[in-house]
């Protein structure tokens, strides 16, 4: 199954849009990617998942590039309560992997 | 609040001892899916069962079993504990049984396990 990597963290300010991506360079035609969002002490909590090209819903837009070998999250906007660690999922029927996390600050 | 219950909130025990960590999950929910989480750690999936048969496995320890049982509840145990196992461990529910579209997982808000 593809390995999934992040970067480590990322910063930035209230009101602008934050885009995480996702390296799954072996990825596999029949998997899925998923993303999370994690606070500290808390158990994660889905965000969005697409196969390719362009998912968008009521907090994010998911981008897959026509060879799927990378997904790029966009949190248009983001406020103070969005600083959490954001993971990839790339998960198919009988393997699943989580990506490294992408710690996200957010200053006022 | 996911809808998803994990038992007991926190555990602490010795180094050699078992444990067994439950979960109940999202009433309707066939697949259950358990992951370890170590300090400042990405999560690890361990296993995941959907209706009653083991589906997926990830990098789950031979010390380590899972099973879920017919009220769909299901139970992960440890045994001969080590320091290193001193993590916390989510589970995680769904309605489909992996890797389809729609497969949103509802995590448990977690149990965490110290071993001295």
């Known amino acids: 199954l593809a390995k999934t990597t992040q970067p480590i963290s990322m910063d930035s300010y209230e009101g602008q849009e934050v885009n995480i991506t996702c390296s799954h360079n072996n990825i596999a035609t029949n998997d899925y990617i998923t993303w999370y969002q994690q606070f500290p002490s808390q158990g994660p909590r889905f965000i969005i998942q697409?196969?390719?090209t362009k998912v968008t819903n009521e907090v994010a837009s998911l981008f897959i590039p026509a060879d799927r070998k990378s997904s790029t999250l966009s949190l248009p906007r983001v406020s103070l309560s969005d600083t959490a660690v954001y993971y990839c999922?790339?998960?198919?029927?009988?393997?699943?992997?989580f990506g490294t996390g992408t710690r996200l600050q957010v200053f006022p | 609040d996911s809808g998803v219950t994990q038992t007991p909130k926190h555990l602490i025990t010795a180094t050699g001892q078992r444990v067994t960590l439950r979960c109940s999950p999202r009433s309707g929910d066939l697949s259950v899916y358990w992951y370890q989480q170590s300090l400042d750690q990405g999560l690890q999936f361990l296993i995941q069962y959907y209706n009653g048969e083991e589906r997926a496995k990830g990098n789950i320890l031979e010390r380590f079993s899972a099973q879920q049982f017919p009220d769909l509840h299901s139970e992960l145990n440890l045994s001969s504990l080590e320091l290193g196992d001193s993590a916390l461990y989510f589970c995680?529910?769904?309605?489909?049984?992996?890797?389809?579209?729609?497969?949103?997982?509802?995590f448990g808000p977690g149990t965490r396990l110290t071993v001295l």
């Open positions: 995680a529910s769904s309605t489909l049984s992996g890797g389809r579209p729609g497969n949103e997982q509802f």
């Open positions: 999922l790339v998960e198919r029927a009988d393997k699943l992997i």
């Open positions: 697409g196969y390719k």
